[in-house]
């Protein structure tokens, strides 16, 4: 039979490989603890077989000595329950902390890359913009009228918010000046309208379409960028390029090739433009305004008092943006400056945009409206080399 004590048994092996009990065993494992006689017990295994005095004070002696305290102290040592989970709640801390961390860090560098991205594409179009408008070249033809037709006008440049009814396909402009269609208007937040309470100032939006002529040798280049969105007067859109080459006995039609060309005739250039518009100014740098009969005129001075009529040109305020003018330069006429401002709007706002869908047009201008902080504006005045000055004086 055998007897044990907290589970540990009363015996040990000989160095025959026979069990034998071990008088007083039980005993000393009841004095010394189960840990402290089981390695008595372990060091007896190993020094049975050729000690000859009695297990039982073999095993005393040993329990007694420093490798055996030693021993009991390696057993015994271990953390707490309560210990462990201090230590994992400890760690879960910092690991969400480190989490959190790596998420902000993260959102920061994506936020960036956009940002950049938005910044190259700005100012790729806005150079692209600048080298190609500042060839512009008058062509000092005159208007042209076929057995009683239409005038074609022999159009230089012109910069206008496009009308759908003078456009018998009707493209989904961003802006138009038809059917009392207002620009897209952001509020400025931090800022009051005239010192009024819960008012904000606002910047408005304007979305032109322009046309200009260059000459390349004997070659005519009529060139023009239009901004169609999903839906007309959706207030953001993609810019598109039309380009045609022609002799000059044919360059008078470029203008009118342009109004009527498909969309898949034209180049698509950048997604997410919300503001574009062109500004002509005088080569005395102030503004070219309409004046009477609707031509242009500029201030020849500070005061606004004095001003000089422009030859061969047609201007008038936008009925929908009053101060606005759609400018037009014929024959010999062209502006002596432009002014380029171009607006787009960050990838992230335009895909949400998108996403509220094409076919509530109110409710995509009001989430516009609202993220004024989320446009990235470009500016560039741009001197126009062929400048005949005969049509300034």
């Known amino acids: 039979m055998k007897r044990r004590v907290s589970s540990v048994e009363c015996r040990v092996s000989s160095a025959g490989g026979q069990d034998k009990i071990l008088p007083g065993a039980c005993e000393l494992g ?3 603890g189960v840990r402290a006689y089981s390695a008595a017990l372990g060091w007896i295994r190993g020094t049975a077989a050729i000690s000859k005095a009695p297990l039982e004070r073999k095993a005393a002696e040993y329990a007694r000595t420093p490798d055996a305290s030693r021993l009991l102290w390696r057993q015994v040592s271990a953390f707490s329950l309560i210990e462990i989970l201090v230590t994992v709640a400890l760690l879960s801390f910092i690991i969400l902390g480190l989490l959190a961390m790596f998420t902000q860090t993260q959102k920061a560098f994506r936020g960036s890359m956009k940002q950049v991205d938005v910044m ?3 100012r790729a179009v806005t150079d692209m913009l600048a080298r190609e408008l500042k060839e512009i070249t008058p062509s000092e033809m005159p208007y042209l009228r076929n057995l009683g037709g239409p005038y074609y ?3 230089n440049f012109f910069a206008e918010i496009p009308a759908v009814a003078n456009v018998g396909f009707n493209p989904p402009f961003a802006e138009t000046s038809f ?3 207002r620009p897209l208007l952001q ?3 931090g800022t009051t309208f005239q010192g009024q309470p819960n008012t904000q100032e606002r910047r408005t939006n304007i979305v032109q379409q322009i046309f200009f ?3 390349n040798n004997q070659d005519w280049i009529g060139i023009g960028y239009q901004v ?7 207030g953001v859109g993609t810019l598109y390029r039309f380009s045609k080459t022609s002799p000059k006995s044919s360059a008078i039609y470029l203008s009118r090739d342009f109004l009527n060309a498909p969309v898949t005739n034209l180049s698509r250039i950048a997604d997410g433009v919300i503001h574009f518009r062109l500004r002509a100014f005088a080569t005395n740098g102030f503004p070219i305004d309409p004046a009477l009969l609707n031509n242009s005129a500029f201030r020849t001075n500070a005061d606004t008092s004095g001003t000089a009529p ?5 201007g008038y305020w936008d009925p929908s943006a009053l101060d606005q003018v759609n400018s037009y330069f014929l024959s010999n006429s062209v502006p002596a400056y432009l002014e380029l401002e171009l607006g787009i709007l960050e990838p992230h706002i335009l895909e949400r945009y998108k996403g509220i869908g094409s076919g509530n047009v109110q409710a995509q201008r009001d989430y516009l409206s609202n993220h004024v902080a989320q446009v990235h504006l470009f500016r560039q005045r741009i001197p126009i080399r062929n400048v005949d000055f005969n049509a300034y004086q």
């Open 30 to 32: 009841e004095a010394f």
């Open 120 to 122: 190259s594409a700005g």
């Open 153 to 155: 006008f022999s159009t």
């Open 179 to 181: 059917g009392g269609s």
């Open 187 to 189: 509020g400025l937040p």
């Open 213 to 215: 002529l260059t000459k």
């Open 228 to 234: 169609l969105g999903d839906s007309a007067s959706a």
């Open 310 to 314: 422009m030859r061969n040109t047609w």
